[in-house]
């Protein structure tokens, strides 16, 4: 193969070389040259600092020491066939881009991207010239849209959009805060424990708190006192801040990054925040979307009370709080002539009618759920000591008044009854109670129905 020299320069061009040596050191994009033998005999200021080698330990080292083991065959074989196309021809049209993972000089795993041209001919160059790009940016890109795809939790999904913003070259400090309609707000995610701690509630004197989700950039001297004081000392020069509403307006997302003093642009941090505010969008959407579905499936369509799902979730917060519970199983006696003879359609009035009564009957902390056709559960608490006899049996025998009066149907009178059962003790699994008020239930309706019964112990 024939070398060349370096083509003659437009005389518009600067003659001095090291303008074009500064020019590439001052490139913000890894550009990386490795020679036949596959050495490294170029790169610029911006791949040094990715790969944190220096000129004198990065010139002369070999381009596959620095490769993922596992990426090794791809890049090699990539590799050699720009050496066999180079054989050829002085220099060969870019291929596509290879994607490997690069090991840094302090052990780091970087994922890369590289498109690269061969000029092997090239008396100038002799080598294989690489355009190189961290690929860090897409791959949490990708998880931002993994977790808006899955069911992931709100902190887990904005987690990636964090470290994205907190990347190179803007590095910004960034915290995700999660306002309630309520005026609360609390950090769910953040890169920067003195962004974490920004106030962000409603009430908070600061632009991020407002009503406003449009991507913003704020000074410090427009900022409380206080706060510009505290940002200052951390080293930073200015607050950019967005956010996105969930579509019940319940919930409000709050992205707040900050950039170092020394930062001087503001159009790169905006674009990157307007980026970031879609899809905080899309997470506070799916957040929403999920809370909407989770809510229906614990829900009963007909009654609109919560169903055996529904009750279980509960029933885990009651344990929590209440010192003392009680658990009706309440079974509707005589029902099944209702949809035999008047249809399924008075049937359900009458479930829809049920459910009603019962939740104006109970006390406010006390808990109705729907568990089957006619059965419904009815949870009693007591926050502050133990749920009295006397308690228990006046509620068990108010379900039992209130559902033995008649209920009507296209001007029919329905005549219906309960049989209830109540479990106290020591049981403290919503199994087992429903096992034991079930159980008394049965005792109730045997004894000839419109009536309760009270268990207190698991055999009963």
Not at 93 to 98: M, R, V
Not at 206 to 224: D, I, M
């Amino acid at each position: 193969m024939t070398s060349t020299t370096a083509p003659n320069r437009h005389p518009a061009l600067p003659a001095d070389p090291r303008f074009y040596e500064a020019v590439l050191d001052l490139v913000p994009t890894p550009i990386l040259v490795v020679n036949r033998d596959g050495r490294v005999s170029y790169g610029n200021q911006a791949l040094l600092e990715l790969s944190g080698w220096t000129y004198d330990d990065g010139i002369g080292l070999q381009m596959l020491d620095a490769i993922h083991p596992d990426d090794l065959p791809s890049v090699l074989d990539a590799y050699q066939s720009v050496v066999e196309v180079a054989d050829a021809h002085e220099t060969t049209q870019p291929w596509l881009p290879i994607r490997f993972r690069m090991v840094a000089k302090d052990g780091r795993i970087i994922p890369m991207e590289a498109t690269g041209v061969g000029a092997l001919g090239d008396g100038a160059v002799d080598g294989i010239v690489y355009h190189v790009r961290n690929c860090r940016d897409d791959e949490l890109l990708a998880d931002v849209f993994a977790g808006v795809a899955s069911h992931d939790p709100v902190a887990r999904g904005c987690a990636p959009l964090v470290e994205r913003l907190a990347l190179p070259p803007h590095a910004m400090a960034v915290a995700v805060f999660e306002q309630h309609a309520n005026g609360s707000a609390h950090c769910i995610v953040a890169s920067d424990d003195v962004v974490a701690k920004l106030p962000a509630t409603s009430a908070s004197p600061v632009p991020w708190a407002g009503l406003s989700t449009e991507p913003t950039r704020s000074e410090l001297s427009t900022l409380p006192p206080d706060i510009a004081a505290t940002l200052r000392q951390a080293g930073f020069g200015a607050v950019f801040h967005a956010g996105a509403h969930a579509p019940d307006f319940d919930t409000t997302l709050r992205l707040v990054a900050c950039t170092p003093a020394e930062h001087a642009s503001v159009q790169g941090p905006i674009s990157q925040i307007t980026q970031a505010r879609e899809l905080l969008s899309l997470i506070a959407t799916k957040a929403h979307n999920d809370r909407a579905i989770a809510s229906n499936a614990m829900r009963d369509d007909l009654t609109g009370l919560p169903n055996r799902l529904g009750l279980s979730h509960r029933f885990e917060r009651i344990k929590a709080t209440a010192d003392d519970c009680a658990v009706m199983f309440v079974d509707i006696d005589r029902f099944k002539p209702i949809n035999d003879e008047l249809g399924h359609a008075a049937g359900d009035h009458v479930l829809a009618t049920v459910a009603d009564r019962l939740v104006r009957a109970v006390r406010p902390d006390d808990f109705v759920s729907r568990v089957g056709g006619d059965e419904f559960v009815i949870v009693l608490t007591d926050a502050a000591g133990r749920l009295s006899n006397t308690v228990v049996h006046h509620m068990a025998d108010r379900i039992v008044s209130i559902l033995s009066e008649p209920f009507t149907w296209e001007g029919e009178t329905v005549q219906l009854g309960a049989s209830v059962g109540v479990a106290l003790g020591s049981h403290r699994e919503l199994d087992d109670l429903i096992a034991v008020a079930d159980g008394a239930m049965y005792r109730a309706k045997r004894a000839g129905g419109d009536r309760h019964h009270v268990s207190v112990d698991s055999a009963a």
